[in-house]
């Protein structure tokens, strides 16, 4: 079976309602799309699986949930007004329009013969730069035209992380080094957004920001980086399909003294090679400058960073060493939606079965998997099969997602569940209510084994968590 590319997995997630296009029913709204009913179980475990590693399992992450809209000056003082924007270039042709950067992703709008069917063949104006915050405002009378009234969808979770920075320290009473990880939605107005999550306008960052001292920042850096690349293996993703791409000086944002992705072969169609990969995540040392920046008294002595409208110091004080300053930050940053795409195209295989036909099997980990167990009844126009089958489900569903199906044959509702990634099937079956057993099948060997039914929630939990 060769890879499966983005496009098996548009197909797969609009058949088994783990992604839909949004606002559908009104043709659509471009690069938009829904989470259905297993696509929000599956983005859920992502997250709780990622909050759980850093937040709960270490000793030195706090949470935190802060707000997508935040006084204009955030962003101001960020440097979010001046500098995030995207190189934007027209074409003089086919009046397709395009991120100069990423010409090689795009395909041009219009039919193939326009301008060969890719930005890369387009007669192209000479680029300008256009800023990707969303804006909107505020209150009853406000208008575009009012500056007090402006604001901004936030287009990362990192700077409300950094304005609280003072509120956590000061209510944990941690010490250096200690994290701030924030899960949120986060808006961008993107030139080309496009391939189905992958870029968006809206979508879901998962971030941390760990404060540390300057001196141990290179280190820390490393070792997160490291870290990362294991959390991504823990979600089931294989790691010939990762890749670390240090940036170069080029490539680094002005806060950044060395940033690190961690890419994933989304584009395995692409000819061989790094075009195949793209970012799943970036990990950067953003040095002392985002505390700075938006601290009352920086102390900077090229006076570039002054800021009068802060009404904190965002500085550390340590009492053993009497010493005050601001910390370095180290910021693992990564997409909840690259994240579903990633493990999707990963858990995808195909196996073929007796008869030769092809099944798709998602092989989620049981940890992500939406649905952990189905309950099928083997017979479902025989009364005392369904009645224990439902209480079944009835007595699962506390301690693992359990769904109860009856509404086929049993080949096709296996194959159901293999190919929404449910790691068990149970069968309830006319023996079943006599030995009071029941049949449990492997999702991914097709195995089948006899349990007894007072001991199966036992041998489920231990088969989907050790
Ligand atoms: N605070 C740093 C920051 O936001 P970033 O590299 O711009 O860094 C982090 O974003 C991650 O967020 C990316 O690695 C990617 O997974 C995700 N991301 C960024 N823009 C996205 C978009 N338009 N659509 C989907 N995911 C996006």
């Not at 793209?278 to 040392?285: F, Q, R, T």
């Not at 099928?376 to 439902?390: C, D, R, S, Y």
């Not at 149970?426 to 030995?435: C, P, R």
């Not at 060997?445 to 006899?450: A, F, G, L, S, V």
């Amino acid at each position: 079976m060769s890879a499966p590319n983005i496009e098996t997995i548009v197909s797969l997630s609009k058949r088994r309602g783990f992604v839909f296009p949004a606002s559908d029913i009104y043709g659509g709204l471009g690069s938009s799309w829904d989470y259905g009913p297993l696509g929000v179980e599956l983005a859920n475990n992502i997250k709780q699986s990622w909050w759980r590693w850093l937040v709960h399992e270490r000793d030195d992450v706090e949470g935190l949930d802060s707000s997508i809209i935040q006084n204009r000056l955030v962003w101001k003082y960020s440097g979010h007004e001046t500098t995030f924007s995207d190189p934007l270039v027209d074409c003089r042709t086919c009046k397709g329009r395009f991120r100069e950067d990423k010409l090689r992703d795009v395909e041009c709008p219009n039919e193939p013969g326009v301008c060969a069917g890719s930005g890369k063949e387009c007669s192209l104006t000479e680029a300008r730069q256009f800023n990707l915050m969303f804006r909107t405002t505020i209150g009853p009378v406000s208008s575009d035209d009012d500056p007090a009234s402006l604001a901004y969808l936030r287009p990362e979770t990192a700077q409300g992380i950094f304005i609280n920075f003072k509120n956590v320290l000061d209510t944990s009473r941690r010490k250096l080094p200690f994290g701030i990880a924030q899960i949120g939605k986060s808006f961008r107005n993107e030139v080309t957004p496009g391939n189905f999550i992958f870029r968006t306008r809206e979508f879901e960052q998962m971030e941390m920001e760990y404060f540390c001292r300057a001196d141990d920042a290179a280190r820390i850096h490393q070792e997160w980086i490291d870290d990362f690349w294991k959390w991504f293996e823990s979600l089931g993703i294989k790691p010939e399909n990762l890749k670390l791409y240090e940036q170069g000086p080029d490539e680094l944002a002005h806060y950044a003294v060395r940033c690190v992705d961690i890419l994933y072969k989304f584009f395995p169609e692409r000819e061989e090679g790094q075009a195949q990969f793209d970012e799943l995540m970036g990990i950067a040392n953003r040095t002392d400058f985002d505390l700075k920046t938006h601290s009352k008294k920086p102390e900077d002595a090229d006076g570039k960073r002054l800021n009068p409208d802060s009404t904190e110091d965002l500085s550390y004080f340590d009492p053993t060493t009497n010493e005050r300053f601001y910390p370095y930050c180290i910021e693992p940053a990564a997409g909840v939606n690259r994240t579903v795409l990633a493990v999707l195209m990963d858990a995808y295989t195909e196996k073929t079965n007796d008869k030769g036909e092809t099944r798709v099997i998602l092989k989620l980990t049981p940890d992500l998997a939406p649905i952990k167990v189905a309950v099928l009844p083997l017979a479902k126009n025989k009364p005392e099969i369904v009645a224990m089958a439902k209480g079944l489900k009835k007595e699962l569903l506390p301690s693992m997602r359990t769904v109860y199906d009856d509404t086929g044959g049993i080949g096709k509702l296996y194959a159901r569940q293999d190919e929404i990634g449910t790691p068990f099937c149970v069968t309830v079956d006319h023996e079943s209510l006599v030995d009071d057993a029941v049949t449990v099948r492997d999702r991914d060997t097709w195995e089948q084994e006899r349990v007894k039914v007072a001991e199966l929630k036992e041998y489920l939990l231990k088969r989907l968590y050790t």
